[in-house]
């Protein structure tokens, strides 16, 4: 149980291409997702928490309107980086969590590397 | 502030056991968490603890004391497979998961 899966695993385009990112919870109903950034041999950075039927939730220094989130239902999170450049190249990585488990762990989907030309 | 302490990169042997500590300041406590994460990979989750002492799970052990700020993480048996990176990630009191760089563990044949 606890499946999450993500859609592009790869993305290569050119810049100023907006990419749309998905993360769904296969097996449970997420209220929370949560979205990742990693650059390579650094930890994992928190972008932003999205709460579904509400606004998400951004990090310091993420632009909004930038990244795109949108969290319709209760088991699809969408991520929007719009008008990518070569800097937004990275390792996209979405989680979420299932209510139903007692210690609530972060189940993370295969990710999603975004690579801008 | 909040920070995570661990070794960057350790090496063991094919069979042997290694334990990989980790330390921690987080603004509250509600547990924490050990991710495994393959190069390339996104993390997969390992183990919880939220009570001191060892909570064990096949060939792989966590530890936590919370009077320290300490936690462990014990692979037994090693295999090549489990040649990775370590995230030990505790909860703030915000249920947000704190996140190092983790621990990058080689296994030599």
């Known amino acids: 149980g606890a499946v999450v899966s993500q859609h592009p695993s790869r993305v290569i385009c050119k810049s100023g291409t907006s990419v749309k990112i998905e993360c769904r919870s296969l097996?449970?109903?997420?209220?929370?997702m949560f979205w990742y950034r990693q650059f390579p041999k650094q930890s994992l950075m928190l972008m932003a928490t999205?709460?579904?039927?509400?606004?998400?939730?951004?990090e310091q220094g993420v632009e909004k309107d930038k990244f795109l989130i949108n969290h319709a239902s209760l088991t699809l999170s969408t991520l929007t980086v719009t008008s990518a450049h070569p800097e937004d190249s990275s390792f996209y990585i979405c989680?979420?969590?299932?209510?139903?488990?007692?210690?609530?762990?972060?189940?993370f989907g295969d990710g999603t590397r975004l690579s801008i030309l | 502030g909040q920070n995570i302490d661990q070794p960057t990169e350790m090496t063991a042997t094919e069979g042997a056991i290694v334990q990989i500590n980790c330390t921690y300041q987080?603004?509250?406590?509600?547990?924490l968490f050990w991710y495994q994460q393959h190069a390339g990979e996104a993390p997969t989750f390992l183990s919880y603890?939220?009570l001191d002492g060892l909570e064990e799970k096949g060939r792989f052990s966590s530890f936590l004391s919370r009077s320290k700020g300490y936690s462990y993480l014990l692979l037994k048996e090693l295999q090549m497979k489990d040649s990775a990176s370590y995230l030990c990630?505790?909860?703030?009191?915000?249920?947000?998961?704190?996140w190092g760089a983790g621990t990058k563990l080689i296994i030599k044949p």
């Open positions: 989680s979420a969590v299932n209510p139903g488990e007692g210690n609530q762990p972060q189940h």
């Open positions: 097996d449970f109903q997420a209220t929370t």
């Open positions: 999205s709460n579904e039927g509400s606004k998400a939730t951004y």
């Open positions: 987080t603004s509250g406590f509600n547990g």
């Open positions: 603890n939220v």
């Open positions: 990630a505790p909860m703030d009191s915000n249920y947000q998961l704190i």
